[in-house]
């Protein structure tokens, strides 16, 4: 194959490389003979010796064998299993040099993808937080059993290894007891915990969220079958222990999967779902709500989402992809009408729900997709003046971006939350729209996640 002659590197080779940049995966990024090899916990600036890992015809990858220079930057990782667990990539760099990588990620996207000149942009500071730890008010932790004992965390990096958290560095404390707890419930009433090999038992999954403002709680049991052996008991010392719990429910998830919950929901103890609070704003949180997972960084988003909108009380915004409403809601004070629409009905009956609930009533939520539902509301004489986009990390729906470019609003805001999908996309829509500026925001500290909140503007002005 002549790709493979290409490579000038050989499986097990040991040789010096320097790091540039930090990749998407959060890999140190450096070049040997003009090839491109990726080096897990590597940092942009350091000269490291490594061992080639695996030869791909586009690349090496590669592991650290030696650091002869070191980043001024690395630090200690807080976390006893950071190198086996893979949930976060940067704890090992100092974080206000994190918020400097993340920008540079959204850049090399940009160069990468589209035909701008990124020199040129507006690609602000990224938006950090004051403290980058305990911030995530979910966790969703496997369970697994040696010797007896309940284990409860996540699968290990590329493999099938579970690996027991006891303490996680990026949960919030009060998810991090109740897993602890409850893991300790089941543990001393001997509960069948199932078993990925052999396929028996009957509790797979844990999930615990918080409402950090409202510091209630949820426990979420995802089982195998709806029988849950010695279900009172469980559910009486899980309110004995934990006094902030206010919503107990189970899951049914039988299926062979890697999806977290299953079709089935019901409750076993209190009410369905806990309330959070976001800025003036009250919502409503049920097992299978999607909602963002830092709810400080989240208020410091929609903030950076109102000023790119810049509202004036007259116009129009549709809020596309609005899940259960959050972002409309926003900014539905300051806008004359905000519409919504998702192609989940439940997240639509959530976004009335909570759009009622506020008293807010210059709101209309449909379920259906954008593509469609928008050409209908143009046809019958609504045209919106800003289109906010917050799609999946697979970036809007490609008859989306046509809609767009038919309509035509005069801005659109794209809030990404990932830099790749949101390059790809600024390049089909450049033909009559500019990019006013990127602004990112870290929703992830300790992980190369990245969200950003980017302006375009219509280059053609619209005269009624």
Not at 48 to 76: D, G, L, M, N
Not at 209 to 232: A, N, S, Y
Not at 386 to 403: A, E, H, Y
Request: glycine content about 6%.
């Amino acid at each position: 194959m002549k790709t493979e002659q290409n490579i000038k590197i050989q499986l097990h080779q040991t040789f010096p490389l320097t790091i540039k940049r930090i990749g998407i995966n959060g890999e140190g990024v450096g070049y040997f003979k003009k090839q491109v090899v990726f080096v897990p916990g590597a940092l942009p600036g350091e000269e490291v010796v490594v061992e080639a890992t695996k030869i791909s015809p586009k690349f090496a990858e590669a592991k650290i064998k030696k650091i002869r220079i070191k980043s001024p930057f690395r630090v200690q990782p807080p976390c006893p299993v950071y190198e086996k667990c893979g949930g976060c990539q940067l704890q090992h760099l100092r974080y206000d040099q994190q918020l400097k990588e993340k920008r540079d990620i959204v850049i090399q996207s940009l160069e990468r993808h589209t035909k701008l000149e990124v020199n040129k942009l507006d690609i602000r500071e990224t938006i950090g937080m004051d403290d980058p730890w305990g911030y995530r008010n979910k966790s969703s932790f496997q369970l697994g059993q040696k010797d007896g004992k309940v284990l409860a965390g996540l699968y290990g990096l590329n493999s099938h290894q579970l690996i027991d958290i006891e303490h996680c560095a990026v949960q919030h404390s009060q998810t991090t007891e109740a897993t602890a707890k409850v893991k300790k419930i089941l543990e001393e009433l001997s509960i069948p915990i199932y078993n990925e090999k052999t396929k028996k038992g009957i509790v797979r999954t844990i999930v615990t969220r918080v409402g950090v403002q409202t510091g209630e709680l949820q426990v979420v049991f995802i089982t195998t079958q709806k029988e849950l052996p010695k279900k009172e008991l469980i559910i009486e010392e899980i309110q004995k222990r934990l006094s902030h719990v206010k919503s107990i429910v189970q899951n049914i998830n039988g299926q062979k999967t890697s999806l977290i919950f299953g079709e089935e929901t019901f409750k076993l103890a209190g009410e369905e779902f806990i309330q959070e609070t976001l800025g003036d704003l009250q919502f409503e949180l049920s097992a299978r709500t999607f909602f963002q997972l830092n709810p400080v960084q989240t208020v410091k988003l929609y903030n950076e989402v109102k000023k790119a909108a810049d509202l004036t009380s007259h116009e129009k915004v549709v809020d596309a992809y609005c899940g259960v409403g959050t972002i409309g809601l926003w900014l539905a004070n300051q806008a004359a009408e905000v519409r919504g629409m998702d192609i989940i009905p439940e997240s639509i009956e959530d976004a009335k729900k909570n759009a009622k609930r506020q008293g807010i009533t210059n709101t209309k939520y449909v379920p259906g997709k954008a593509e469609e539902v928008l050409p209908k509301w143009v046809k019958k004489g609504w045209k919106p003046d800003i289109i906010v986009v917050d799609p999946p990390r697979t970036g809007m729906d490609n008859q989306l971006i046509q809609t767009i470019l038919q309509v035509k609003p005069e801005k659109l805001i794209y809030v990404s939350c990932n830099p790749s999908t949101l390059a790809k996309d600024i390049n089909l829509l450049i033909s009559k729209y500019e990019v006013k500026y990127i602004q990112p925001v870290d929703m992830f500290p300790q992980t190369t996640h990245v969200e950003t909140v980017c302006l375009l503007t219509s280059k053609i002005k619209v005269i009624e």
